[in-house]
Nanobody, 121 residues
Framework: VQLQASGGGSVQAGGSLRLSCAASGRTFSNSVMGWFRQAPGKEREFVATIRWSGGRTRYGDSVAGRFTISKDNAKLTVYLQMNNLKPEDTAVYYC???????????????WGQGTQVTVSS
């Protein structure tokens, strides 16, 4: 299984970015995909997760109301629309896949390579 994330970049505070993550691999069968992030010197943080079937979502407290996770089942791709970005959103964002909608990164089976998001004030 491979998770290919894209869409990171630099933006000013208040701006928006959209991340994408495409899953591939003949054995891919996980029920859930999502995003975590890690800023320098900080612990890894849960951002959002979505279930392939039904589209149920879950968000971390720090991004709820600003970020939206969505999916395209046909493309095996999930998206993270990030609005009203803040400098504290600066981090490397990782795409993940698993079977449970948990905030614990250890419960996810596969991780993508990460994409940098930088928000300047």
């Amino acid at each position: 299984v491979q998770l290919q994330a894209s869409g990171g970049g630099s933006v000013q505070a208040g701006g928006s970015l959209r991340l994408s993550c495409a899953a591939s691999g003949r054995t891919f069968s996980n029920s859930v995909m999502g995003w975590f992030r890690q800023a320098p010197g900080k612990e890894r943080e849960f951002v959002a997760t979505i279930r392939w079937s039904g589209g149920r979502t879950r968000y971390g407290d720090s991004v709820a109301g600003r970020f939206t996770i969505s999916k395209d089942n046909a493309k095996l791709t999930v998206y993270l629309q990030m609005n009203n970005l803040k400098p504290e959103d600066t981090a490397v964002y990782y795409c993940v896949s698993g079977d449970y909608m948990k905030a614990d990164g250890g419960t996810y089976d596969f991780w993508g390579q990460g994409t940098q998001v930088t928000v300047s004030s």
